[in-house]
């Protein structure tokens, strides 16, 4: 089964077991992660943030050229878990949210 791309352009939408969120000037990386997965898991809020460090979403802004001063930012896109889930930061700014299960099926 092929899914249509979807744009990211709500602040956090399901969309067949995923979430999308946006990250940019108005809202950080790491709000945009720990509200998409506490969303996609049901799961508080303070639970998700308890299990990433602020360091990691810190590090991928700079890395996608969020900070002033940076000469060239990078593009692409970086994937990790968290929560059980598979957390996909763009640099475009859209974070997808997908449970680690649906993610290992469309691999296989």
């Known amino acids: 089964m092929t899914r249509e791309p979807r744009p990211a ?6 969309w067949h077991d995923r ?9 950080s ?12 898991t049901g799961t508080a809020r303070s639970t998700v943030a308890s299990q990433y460090d602020r360091a990691h979403a810190i590090a991928l802004s700079r890395l996608f050229g969020e900070t002033e ?11 990790f878990v968290l929560s059980e889930c598979v957390v996909s930061v763009h640099s ?3 974070v997808s949210v997908s449970p680690v299960d649906e993610t290992a099926a469309a691999d296989a």
């Open 9 to 14: 352009d709500e602040s956090t939408a399901p």
């Open 19 to 27: 979430r999308l969120a946006r990250w940019d000037d108005e809202s």
């Open 29 to 40: 990386l790491y709000e945009a992660v720990t509200d998409a997965v506490s969303s996609a």
């Open 69 to 79: 001063g940076t000469a060239t930012p990078s593009t692409g896109v970086v994937k």
């Open 92 to 94: 475009s700014g859209r």
